[in-house]
């Protein structure tokens, strides 16, 4: 059996200097955070020249899904990593995937769409899914 920690005695109470309260983060907020997370993700996936971008609704369901009032933000890196890292790193490495743009969206589930990129006089170029070129 654990014995139970007596929280009053002096012993525990020089380990607690303050108890901080944060108010709760507005939607506009979370949007950043989750921001921040595609960064790093595009930041990670450079080497591989593979850039990600997040519809609206995307945002809103992986939001909906992985934002806690309680525990802020820190389930939503959960949620993107189990949403979007996972399947992506997948595909990356059983399709072979890289140059191309990836944007996730959401319906009825999440789905990446995926264009590859490649250069044509110097400008960046895509295939779209009817097959043509499309140059940015």
Request: glycine share 2%; aromatic share 8%.
């Amino acid at each position: 059996e654990i014995p139970k920690r007596d929280w009053s005695s002096d012993v525990c109470s020089s380990d607690l200097d303050a108890i901080a309260k944060f108010n709760k983060l507005d939607q506009t907020s979370i949007r950043l955070i989750v921001d921040k997370f595609v960064v790093e993700m595009n930041d990670l996936l450079s080497d591989k020249h593979i850039h990600v971008t997040l519809t609206t609704a995307a945002t809103d369901y992986i939001i909906s899904q992985g934002y806690d009032s309680k525990m802020g933000a820190r389930p939503l890196s959960r949620k993107i990593n189990e949403l979007i890292k996972v399947p992506l790193s997948k595909r990356i490495l059983f399709e072979n995937i890289t140059n191309c743009n990836v944007t996730v969206d959401y319906t009825d589930k999440i789905e990446f769409d995926v264009k590859e990129k490649f250069a044509l006089y110097g400008n960046t170029t895509m295939i779209d899914e009817n097959g043509y070129v499309v140059v940015d």
